[in-house]
């Protein structure tokens, strides 16, 4: 489903050139679950905006679903953002005055589809991660785990190829970490391809593979040997 060939990423900070990105290679099958680590300054961040089309590489190609990113224009990466990416953040990124519905239902509105249309849809991924009964709360009136449940509703509502999470856990308890990490696993048992980028060794075992970066390279890339069992990634 993802295939990056010979990226790299480079920056000018005044007369230096930082090498973000430095010839990463990488597959991603449908139905994987993965996690992408390592620490900061890394390049993992880097590659993580490569993934979810919010950047583009200055050198290689990145083909998802078939298509090269790097020929799309800003319009048309932002449709391939809307349709093929669902993103989960760290800070929720929930919009305050709005309902759990309404919050859910936004990504849609993009797509030009019928209020009625957005409704069911946002209804049906509310559901799909434990919320319907939640419909016309408030951000604020959640828990920080319902929060994220709410936001990874929003991801999903489009029906994305992609579920990118950026430090889904971050802001979480180790109890709520915990829940919302069997959500994610339960969304891969389901079809859904996940990709974790995290810090955290507890939060990367629960994925079937990491790949772990350094210096803009990848230096490791591994099954966790306690997925094992897991079903397999379709083929890319």
């Known amino acids: 489903m993802i295939e990056l060939s010979g990226i790299r990423k480079l920056y ?7 090498r973000a990105l430095d010839g990463v290679d990488l597959f991603i099958g449908r139905n994987e679950y993965m996690a992408l680590i390592g620490p900061s300054g890394s ?25 090269d990113t790097a020929t799309l224009d800003d319009n048309a990466l932002a449709q391939v953002r809307n349709r093929e990416i669902g993103f989960v953040f760290q800070s929720f990124h929930l919009l305050p005055r709005m309902t759990v519905l309404d919050n859910v239902a936004q990504p849609l509105v993009y ?27 408030l951000p604020n009136q959640l828990s920080g785990g319902q929060r994220q449940r709410v936001a990874v509703a929003r991801a999903l509502v489009g029906r994305p190829s992609l579920l990118l999470a950026d430090e889904p856990t971050g802001n979480l308890d180790s109890r709520t970490s915990a829940e919302i990490m069997a959500l994610f696993d339960e969304l891969h048992a389901q079809g859904q391809t996940v990709v974790v980028v995290t810090h955290e060794p507890d939060i990367a075992a629960h994925c079937h593979r990491t790949v772990r970066v350094n210096d803009g390279k990848i230096v490791e890339d591994r099954i966790n040997p306690s997925r094992t069992n897991a079903p397999q990634a379709e083929a890319h």
């Open 111 to 137: 797509r030009g589809l019928p209020r009625a249309e957005r409704k069911r849809l946002a209804i049906e991924s509310l559901q799909r991660v434990g919320l319907g009964n939640r419909l016309d709360h």
């Open 43 to 67: 390049g993992k961040s880097t590659l993580m905006n490569l993934l979810g089309c919010l950047d583009t590489p200055t050198e290689g190609h990145y083909l998802l679903n078939g298509r």
């Open 12 to 18: 000018r900070m005044g007369d230096q050139e930082v």
